[in-house]
């Protein structure tokens, strides 16, 4: 994972989109929200295709699936 990448291709987006968890959620169509931008940001990184944009339920099995390790349970 290149999260280098995925912190120059979110910065990108800084001004650029608007929040909204009902649009596109990965900044398609100028919107996203946390869990969209988190995902956006990983795919950018390298990460897998999760089939869909996860949400703040399904984000801890993409992150798990991609090798990311729990550092918190909050």
Known sequence: MDIDAAINALKEKIGK???SMEGSRDFSDGTCDCSGAVY???RK???SDFGYIPSTETLHEYLVQNGITLK???
Do not use: R
Request: hydrophobic share 25%.
């Open 17 to 19: 989109s608007t929040y």
């Open 40 to 42: 956006y940001g990983l």
């Open 45 to 47: 990184a390298g990460c």
């Open 72 to 74: 918190a349970e909050n």
